[in-house]
Structures are given as C-alpha cells and as structure tokens.
C-alpha cells in the first residue's frame, strides 16, 4: 500500500498525520515514510538527527 499525503497549504497536519499513520502501520508490520519537505519536520519529528550540510536542496 502506497499512501500520500499532501496539500499546497501549510499548517493542515500532513506532517502530525504521517507520524500518525506511519506509527500505527509500523505497528502491524513495517512503514517506510519519506519526508520530501526541505522543512524537514517529519524526519525530526520521528526523532531523526539532520546534521548541517548533510541535505541539499
Ligand atoms: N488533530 C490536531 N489537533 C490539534 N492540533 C493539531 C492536530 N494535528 C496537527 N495539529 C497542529 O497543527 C500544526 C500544524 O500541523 P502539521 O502536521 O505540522 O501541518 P503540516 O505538515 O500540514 O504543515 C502543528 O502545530 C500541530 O501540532
Ligand atoms: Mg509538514
């Protein structure tokens, strides 16, 4: 199963959502989320440490 979640507008909880969605997945089996928002909210919102230089736009 593929899911996107997406919208042009900000601040409508895509990001709260695929936390949400991709948690309850791992629970039954394994989720891979990709996080393509250079805000990078969604890897360091699942705990993930972004080093400066380590992106790029
Ligand atoms: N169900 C909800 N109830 C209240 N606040 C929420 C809910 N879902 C998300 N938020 C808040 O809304 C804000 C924007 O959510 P976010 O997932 O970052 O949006 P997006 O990724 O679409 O920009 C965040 O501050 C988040 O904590
Ligand atoms: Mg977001």
Partial sequence: MIVAIASQKGGVAKTTSTIALGG???DEGSCLV???DPQKNLSTG???K???GQLTA
Wanted: charged share 15%; proline share 0%; hydrophobic share 65%.
């Fill in 46 to 48: 699942l705990g993930v």
């Fill in 24 to 26: 309850l997945l791992a």
């Fill in 34 to 36: 990709i996080d393509f």
């Fill in 50 to 52: 972004i080093q400066k």
